[in-house]
């Protein structure tokens, strides 16, 4: 469902382009869609970022009303700070969410610290997301009011990845809704779902300062990684 998703995006922006030269001066816009090329080629990573998480919001927002939702929330604590992709918080259970986009084979169990990916036979690794996850529960917990809170972990890839372990909680994009259907048990009341709701939204942080701070000292920590 992703791919179709994301296939419609690529396919629209191309008619677009093309309905602009077609309908004026070729050589007049073609200096314009180099530049639109090397743009999109450095940065590519932050655009497929991008439209991975618009496309899990799409998929999201399909689950029921009192499903609550929330995007990109950043939260700092004890010089820990951690940025969640997605938070549900529902009476079924409140459920933390990393995405990732990475193409080609992905390979990884629970314990390995680090996961491989196999991309046209070379080999990248990167944290293992279940760690990176537990990370940004653990964080949550410091929060006061969501100490004794039984977060539930989850990991998505996009349709683009294969992964070649099945682990219960990392899936792809295009399951998301039917594994969080699968929770039925009534844990929290409503009253119980609104103060978590608002607990973790009073406590996001919003200052671009801080959150840059935060993009920055990872890219140090994955420097200094391959060192």
């Known amino acids: 469902m992703e791919k179709d998703f994301l296939k419609n995006i690529l396919i629209e922006t191309i008619k677009n382009i093309f309905n602009i030269v077609i ?12 530049v639109i090329a090397v743009i999109i080629k450095i940065f590519k990573p932050k655009i497929k970022g ?5 496309t899990i919001n799409f998929m999201l927002k399909k689950l029921p009303e009192d499903y609550k939702i ?56 990167f944290q293992n997301p279940l760690h990176q996850n537990y990370g940004h529960i653990q964080n949550l917990k410091k929060i006061k009011g969501l100490e004794e809170i039984d977060f539930i972990s989850l990991i998505l890839f996009s349709g683009e990845a294969t992964l070649k372990n099945e682990i219960n909680n990392v899936i792809y994009f295009s ?33 671009k300062k801080a959150r840059n701070e935060h993009i920055n000292n990872i890219k140090i920590k994955k420097g200094s990684a391959k060192l």
């Not at 991008?50 to 618009?54: H, L, N, P, Q, V």
């Not at 594994?179 to 200052?207: A, G, H, P």
Request: charged letters at 25%.
């Open 50 to 54: 991008y439209i991975g998480e618009k």
């Open 23 to 34: 309908t004026n001066n070729i050589f007049k816009y073609l200096g314009i869609l180099v």
């Open 175 to 207: 399951k998301v809704r039917k594994w969080i259907s699968n929770y039925q048990e009534i844990i929290y009341n409503d009253k119980q779902v609104d103060f978590i709701y608002n607990t973790i939204l009073n406590n996001n942080i919003v200052d």
């Open 70 to 125: 929330m995007n990109d929330i950043f939260i700092k604590n004890d010089g820990w700070s951690s940025q969640i992709d997605h938070i549900i918080v529902s009476k079924f259970g409140i459920f933390v969410i990393e995405t990732k986009t990475y193409k080609g084979w992905i390979y990884g169990n629970e314990k390995q610290k680090q996961w491989t990916q196999n991309l046209y036979g070379k080999k990248y690794y």
